[in-house]
């Protein structure tokens, strides 16, 4: 789903896309800033690109209440916060520099991936599948 963001957009410019969005979950415990009445979630997304006071790295947009929160963590940086939730959509800020990301690799045998965005081949083992990863300009992986 396109959207057009206004404000400050200028690490956006390169990436596939802005934010991830997952519908029905919600980063639970990790609220570093609420704001509320947002009337959408382009707004919220745009509350997170433009918050200065830390780096927004996800947000929670409740559907019913309007309530945007900011969390300067991730469904990444904290797994078992990530909670279902049923009127809220969970937003993940893709805007942000690879150095920012602390990024958990966890080897899974025998498993394939659900959704691929890309696939990079020639890859010869783990640390080099992690370094192509972690260095990835387009989108977060």
Same mark, same amino acid.
């Given at each position: 789903?396109?959207? =057009?963001?206004?404000?400050?957009?200028?690490?956006?410019?390169?990436?596939?896309?802005?934010? +991830?969005?997952?519908?029905? /979950?919600? !980063?639970?415990?990790?609220?570093?800033? $609420?704001?509320d009445q947002v009337p959408n979630r382009r707004d919220c997304e745009e509350?997170?690109?433009?918050?200065?006071?830390?780096? =927004? !790295?996800?947000?929670?947009?409740?559907? #019913?209440?309007?309530? =945007?929160? %900011?969390s300067r963590e991730t469904r990444r940086s904290q797994p078992d916060s990530?909670?279902?939730? /049923?009127? *809220?959509?969970? %937003? +993940?800020?893709? &805007? $942000?520099?690879?150095?920012? !990301?602390? &990024?958990?690799?966890? /080897? *899974?045998?025998?498993?394939?991936?659900?959704? !691929?965005? *890309?696939? #990079?081949? /020639?890859? *010869?083992?783990? $640390?080099? &599948?992690?370094?192509q990863c972690t260095f990835y300009e387009d989108f977060l992986c």
């Amino acid at each position: 789903e396109k959207i =057009c963001l206004r404000g400050k957009i200028d690490n956006c410019r390169d990436k596939v896309w802005a934010f +991830e969005r997952v519908p029905g /979950r919600k !980063l639970e415990g990790f609220d570093d800033k $609420i704001i509320d009445q947002v009337p959408n979630r382009r707004d919220c997304e745009e509350f997170c690109l433009s918050e200065s006071s830390f780096t =927004c !790295l996800s947000a929670d947009y409740n559907l #019913v209440s309007l309530a =945007c929160s %900011l969390s300067r963590e991730t469904r990444r940086s904290q797994p078992d916060s990530f909670a279902p939730s /049923r009127d *809220t959509e969970y %937003l +993940e800020n893709s &805007c $942000i520099a690879t150095e920012q !990301l602390s &990024c958990p690799y966890k /080897r *899974t045998d025998n498993a394939y991936p659900r959704y !691929l965005d *890309t696939i #990079v081949s /020639r890859v *010869t083992d783990d $640390i080099a &599948c992690e370094k192509q990863c972690t260095f990835y300009e387009d989108f977060l992986c």
